[in-house]
């Protein structure tokens, strides 16, 4: 009887002992905490590692977090650059918004794989205060392996200048120059220069709008049975563009215009020569497409084509009267559309 109950002891207690580990080990992968939902937007330099990893280094530090695409509640967005010299050429910018929000950050590494787990971490401190320092290796995906190295290597040409990428939510200073042709200033198309300045920002995550000003110079010149005349555009252009599609290296800007100024007339080679001038008013459209292709004094450079037309309010014309019998010929009449292009080559901050 006597080793019968020690026997029936020790089995209870070695199941009690069962018991309590197995509830333990439940209250582990249990939290009273809300999941929080996240999605991401996720811009990479060439070599670094997907957006796929960058989320299993979030989830594999908290039970909290859960990444769902296009899920409104906790917005991140991480943008690489690969400067590509110095100590730490790798360099990123990373914005937490929606329900959880952060300041936003720059972050710079000696690799990407670095950047990427920093970034993961900053994430998942975010989401979760508790959540771990380093990701559950099971998480994981694995690395992709490296590319073998080449057997011959061919020379290469320096590398071209990086253009910096910018968070889109901040707004951009441009000023710009342009050089094309236009017509409304003489009998046929004239020379026409301009330099102005461009504002653009973002309205929401997806909608960005800007406006711009700049002034116009043009010289042409017409001719009639009595003489001819030079004449000269001094004016100004007003241009605002309801959307911008713009990514790192191209920009498309369709916009409306009104274009307010003087045209100016001088006659020569004819009696009493005088000048006269009228005004030079009306709206327009114009289209801006543009290449960013380099960084100068700390801002993207970016060369494009520009081209567009304005419809004439004022249909004056200039004219030349003969003192013997009072004969009257027209010199030059502003036409009802005028159109103009060129290229423009700007830099923005």
Not at 106 to 132: K, Q, T
Request: charged letters at 20%.
């Amino acid at each position: 009887m006597t080793l019968n109950r020690a026997l029936i002891r020790v089995a209870m207690a070695s199941l009690g002992w069962l018991c309590g580990f197995a509830g333990v080990q439940g209250v582990g992968e249990v939290s009273a905490e809300p999941i929080q939902q996240f999605s991401v937007q996720y811009v990479s330099a060439p070599g670094c590692p997907t957006e796929e990893r960058f989320v299993a280094g979030v989830e594999g530090r908290t039970a909290l977090a859960r990444h769902v695409p296009d899920a409104h509640g906790v917005r991140v967005r991480l943008q690489i650059e690969d400067r590509g010299s110095g100590a730490e050429p790798f360099i990123a910018r990373l914005s937490i918004t929606g329900d959880v929000e952060a300041p936003q950050r720059s972050i710079s590494a000696g690799s990407c794989d670095e950047l990427v787990n920093a970034a993961a971490l900053i994430v998942a401190l975010a989401l979760d205060p508790g959540a771990s320092a380093e990701p559950r290796q099971a998480r994981l995906p694995p690395a992709a392996p490296p590319a073998p190295p080449p057997t011959v290597t061919p020379p290469r040409d320096a590398p071209g200048p990086s253009v910096e990428r910018r968070d889109p939510d901040e707004p951009t200073l441009g000023v710009f120059a342009g050089a094309g042709l236009t017509g409304g200033v003489g009998g046929s198309v004239a020379a026409l220069w301009s330099l102005g300045v461009a504002v653009r920002a973002s309205l929401t995550p997806d909608w960005q709008a800007g406006v711009s000003l700049r002034g116009m110079y043009a010289r042409g010149s017409a001719s009639a049975a009595l003489g001819s005349a030079s004449l000269t555009l001094l004016g100004a252009r007003v241009g605002l563009s309801p959307y911008v599609a713009a990514t790192d290296q191209w920009l498309l800007e369709p916009s409306i215009s009104f274009d307010f100024g003087s045209l100016e007339a001088e006659g020569r080679g004819v009696p009493n020569a005088a000048t006269d001038s009228a005004p030079w008013l009306g709206p327009g459209v114009e289209l801006l497409v543009e290449r960013r292709f380099a960084e100068v004094l700390g801002g993207a450079l970016a060369v494009g084509v520009r081209g567009g037309a304005t419809w004439s309010l004022a249909r004056d014309y200039f004219y030349f009267r003969e003192d013997i019998d009072g004969e009257e010929a027209r010199i030059f009449e502003q036409p009802g559309v005028v159109g103009h292009g060129g290229l423009a080559l700007e830099l923005a901050w």
